[in-house]
């Protein structure tokens, strides 16, 4: 069974940094893809950053682009996802994501029903 374990969420004030972790942990796996996403109170949830595993390609949601990165580490069986100069706007509850089916299409990287595995979420809180 594969599980995705997020950490790192919290509180903190705008302009503040955050780094989300996701622990693949489980049968021997490496995803396809991992994705973020999150979802504001009363909001649907929505794409935040994805990446290929395997490397090489990277998407992010044009209200993060320049402020988030995304990022794996092989060895750790672990993605990242560094937050600088959050905005309150970001609050929300970030979940991972792991796809292990083939994106023929960018587009495929932000679509939920692309990734077949998700963590429990994380909080993530900025105030102003």
């Known amino acids: 069974q594969v599980q995705l374990v997020e950490s790192g969420g919290g509180l903190v004030q705008a302009g503040d940094s955050l780094r989300l972790s996701c622990a693949v942990s489980g049968r021997t796996f490496s995803p396809y893809a991992m994705g973020w996403f999150r979802q504001a109170p009363g909001k649907e949830r929505e794409f935040v950053a994805a990446l290929k595993w395997s490397g090489g390609s990277t998407y992010y949601a044009d209200s993060v682009k320049g402020r988030f990165t995304i990022s794996r580490d092989n060895a750790k069986n672990t993605g990242y996802l560094q937050m600088k100069s959050l905005k309150p706007e970001d609050t929300a509850v970030y979940y991972c994501?792991?796809?292990?089916?083939?994106?023929?299409?960018?587009?495929?990287?932000?679509?939920?029903?692309?990734?077949?595995?998700w963590g429990q979420g994380t909080q993530v809180t900025v105030s102003s």
């Open positions: 994501s792991a796809g292990t089916g083939y994106y023929g299409t960018s587009s495929s990287y932000t679509r939920q029903y692309s990734y077949d595995y």
